[in-house]
């Protein structure tokens, strides 16, 4: 994968190094681009999203707010937050939360969530199919 100046493709899975990943995610062509690496394989999604997703994206939200409110389980939610676990994998899900005695573990000020120092959320949701994510 020698010139990462050239666009990738995507919606699709590539095979890929974690070294190379991590220029492509450093790549500005790239910066408003979800983009997920998994088993030595990279994806990446380029935005806006659709009407549909958008819709089902705040209904989730809804729903989990909701569902910890009444239950009152404190939580914190997360909306396209970056997750990463350094040489392993990376994601950047709609919409993930900490739930319960997880709800503080991630300070303020926090920009991508290193999983090797912070637990991964109790929930995660995404409309890409990416099986064993955290």
Known sequence: MGNLNTKLQTDT???????EYMQVVENPIY???KIYYYKGHIRIEMLPV??????????????VNLFTVIKGIPATGLD?????????RECQPD???YLGERAQS???GTGIVNLDRYPAP???TNSVSIPGLI
């Open 13 to 19: 899975w590539i095979a890929m190094s974690w070294d």
């Open 31 to 33: 910066e408003q681009a």
């Open 50 to 63: 659709s009407f549909d997703h958008g819709q089902d994206h705040v209904i989730i939200i809804f729903a």
């Open 80 to 88: 396209t937050t970056t997750l990463r676990k350094p040489g392993v």
């Open 95 to 97: 919409v993930s939360y």
């Open 106 to 108: 991630i300070p303020s």
């Open 122 to 124: 109790n929930l995660v």
